[in-house]
């Protein structure tokens, strides 16, 4: 264990190595390029593989082919390439190929302001791709908390077969904070499961008791085709209802079976909150110090810290919902995870507490919402 | 069927699952696949050592219908996810099949930076100058002049030199040749594969059906002859003026070189790397 100060985009890069990450492929691109500029010094060195693509759809798609390969892998970008990454990121989950994307979000739309926070692709992460598919997307609240969930994306993404998006805001990447690193001996690390039947016998994309198929890697003996066309169960092009139907059932069920292992928050409230502040990533910063204040002020005010925002934790929500009177939701965007929270809320009022414009949400903003009844 | 199996392509094939295939019948990038098989042939590669990678388009749908490890990525960045999965796995011979629009329009800065890194992967660009699946669309090779559905008054924009381009962008091995002279090309793509580092093939092609109908070149046989009479082999060409050599195909290896390759100078960084601190 080594105590450092260090801001989240090198405590992610320090988790994806921690999580067994060997390949990374990226393009420069504020406030994200420390995570590529720590593992182009790093990976090297446990022969790990860096590259600088010439553009973000490049990177995403190195990863996908070296994660084909084999090799665990991850991009990292900010708010114009993630939108240039969305292709991929649909051609990762209908391919079922693991990899992670980080985006260190930043003012948009467009070139907005590169320096600034925001949190404003909480619906891109989610709804970014063209057509139905399910994603994870977790977002990190403090420094340790990025290298944790880094570590917890890669596992998702090799359990499940399914590309990851780390949502980190450039408040957490910048921001330096005490890490105490942990032993990487010591940290749980998933692999993608393997296939035990012989080359013939395998299916790529066939059913499985776990709804994830085992999958092979390029090179093992295991020749298959990969298309991001709809498949059938050993990858060639369908166009057979019969075919299509089961597998877009079967890569949402793969996720919502598994709400309880994905869903990941932090919770602090009880039934007799009335009001109860839900939020993420640096927001929930000034959610924790806002609740803190009102608490000395003898006000019941209960919080959750949602720390997978895909899929959205509808059942903490609503379960809260029945007791709770309001629902303060704090974002540095104009309303985006509102809108889930409002769909779960029952006759609960959603009181949304915002701002677009580069700043963070202050705790006296959302304390007055607490107070103002 | 016995003779079937007699054939050469019958073992490289995916027989029982996905023919026939997509391509109008008298299309040139049949021609071409049969040329890579028996290249991959001739080395004697495992077929678990070979990967295909390929875009989107009539090109595109080729390594689905041929038993290695296959991938049919999306529009135009088949090399991107190429360099990928030939650095995870550099023991794996990577061959990228592209069409003309796949590979220059939408993949156009991947062609370039795959070249310039001299990253070791083979890349066939089937030229038929045209957008074939979607019905006709002048391409970036598309002569000026010529009739598209999106040219209806003749294309206005000069067609990009392939193998010019990948030669100035660093690539080590460019050569150029026909569907009609399948021999040839078979050569040129065994030449290729074999070379450590960036090979590029160009398969000058036709789209006798999208292409050919519109301009009033014939059939498919039409066209096939035509690429026999409008070629020529490079020493032939050098021979001929400027202006003379102007419409016609030039065939040959226009570039041969040695340097070094990505993936194996990445190793030698690796190397360094943990040399220096002490191999951990």
């Known amino acids: 264990m080594t105590v450092k100060l260090m801001q989240g985009n090198d405590a992610v890069g320090w988790g994806a190595l921690a ?43 190195a990863c996908i082919g070296a994660s084909v390969g084999g090799l665990k892998s991850m991009t990292a970008t900010s708010g114009p390439g993630f939108s240039l990454m969305q292709e991929h990121i649909g051609y990762a989950a209908m391919t079922e190929v693991p990899c992670v994307v980080v985006n260190v979000q930043r003012l948009g739309p467009s070139t907005g302001q590169p320096t600034s926070a925001s949190q404003g692709d909480v619906m891109q992460a989610r709804w970014g791709t063209h057509g139905d598919h399910p994603i994870i997307a977790l977002c990190p609240t403090s420094v340790s908390q990025s290298f944790d969930l880094t570590v917890k994306a890669f596992n998702f993404s090799e359990k499940y077969r399914t590309p990851v998006i780390l949502l980190l805001d450039e408040v957490i990447g910048h921001m330096r904070e005490k890490f105490d690193m942990p032993d990487f001996d010591a940290i749980e690390r998933v692999d993608r499961i393997a296939t ?60 919502e079976r598994n709400l309880h292992d994905i869903v990941l928050y932090e919770e602090d409230w009880d039934p007799t909150n009335k009001t109860v502040v839900v939020s993420y990533g640096a927001s929930a910063r000034s959610a924790r110090h806002a609740v803190k204040l009102a608490r000395q002020h003898r006000l019941k005010v209960g919080e959750i810290t949602l720390l997978t925002i ?40 959603v009181v949304r507490v915002n701002r677009a414009n580069g700043e963070m949400v202050t705790p006296q903003e959302i304390l007055d919402a607490i107070e103002g009844s | ?26 299309c040139g990038i049949g021609v071409v696949m049969s040329a890579l098989i028996r290249a991959i042939d001739n080395i004697g590669l495992e077929k678990d050592n070979v990967a295909l990678v390929s875009g989107i388009g009539c090109t595109g749908r080729m390594p689905v219908y041929m038993d290695f490890n296959t991938m049919h990525t999306t529009h135009g960045r088949a090399l991107a996810f190429a360099t990928g999965l030939k650095i995870a796995r550099p023991e794996l011979k990577v061959i990228t099949i592209m069409g003309d629009g796949d590979a220059l329009a939408i993949g156009g800065n991947h062609f370039i ?120 082999a490079q020493a032939a060409a050098q021979k001929l003026a400027p202006e003379e050599r102007e419409n016609k195909i030039v065939r040959g290896v226009l570039h041969d070189v040695e340097r070094v390759e990505y993936t194996a100078r990445y190793q030698q960084l690796i190397d360094q790397v943990q040399q220096s601190i002490g191999g951990r």
């Not at chain 1, 060997?22 to 691109?29: L, Q, S, T, V």
């Not at chain 1, 790093?42 to 990177?59: C, H, N, R, T, Y």
């Not at chain 1, 704090?330 to 509102?338: D, R, T």
């Open chain 1, 196 to 255: 035990d039947v012989p080359p013939e016998w395998y299916k790529p994309y066939g059913d499985s008791l776990s709804d994830v198929p085992p999958m092979a890697n390029f090179g093992d003996g295991y020749r298959y085709h990969i298309t991001g066309l709809f498949h059938d169960p050993h990858g060639y092009p369908t166009q057979r209802l019969d075919e299509i139907d089961p597998w877009i059932k079967r890569v949402h069920r793969k996720i």
């Open chain 1, 310 to 349: 895909w899929p959205f934790a509808e059942e903490v929500i609503a379960r809260m919902a029945r007791t709770a009177r309001r629902i303060i939701v704090p974002e540095m965007n104009l309303g985006q995870l509102a809108l889930e929270v409002e769909r779960v809320a029952g006759r609960s009022k």
């Open chain 2, 113 to 232: 930076h795959s070249a310039r890194r001299n990253i070791g992967i083979t890349a066939i660009v089937v030229n038929n100058n045209i957008y074939g699946m979607t019905g006709g669309q002048y391409s970036p090779t598309t002569p000026i002049g010529g009739r598209a559905t999106t040219a209806p008054y003749g294309n206005i924009e000069p067609p990009m030199p392939i193998c010019e381009l990948a030669q100035a962008a660093g690539a080590s091995y460019v050569a150029r040749s026909t569907v009609y002279h399948a021999a040839e090309l078979e050569r040129y793509i065994e030449q290729a594969i074999r070379k450590d580092g960036f090979g590029l093939v160009e398969a000058v092609s036709y789209c006798h059906t999208g292409y050919g109908r519109l301009n009033k070149l014939g059939t498919a046989v039409d066209m096939m002859r035509a690429l026999k009479e409008t070629s020529m």
């Open chain 2, 1 to 26: 069927m016995a003779q079937h199996e007699e054939h050469t392509a019958y073992e490289y094939l995916r027989p029982s699952k996905k023919f026939p295939n997509v391509w109008c019948s008298g």
């Open chain 1, 19 to 61: 999580a067994g990450c060997r390949f990374y492929a990226g393009y420069p691109i504020t406030p994200s390029t420390e995570v590529a500029e720590m593992l182009s010094r790093e990976l090297p060195k446990v022969g790990g593989k860096f590259i600088q693509m010439e553009d973000e759809i490049a990177s995403l798609a």
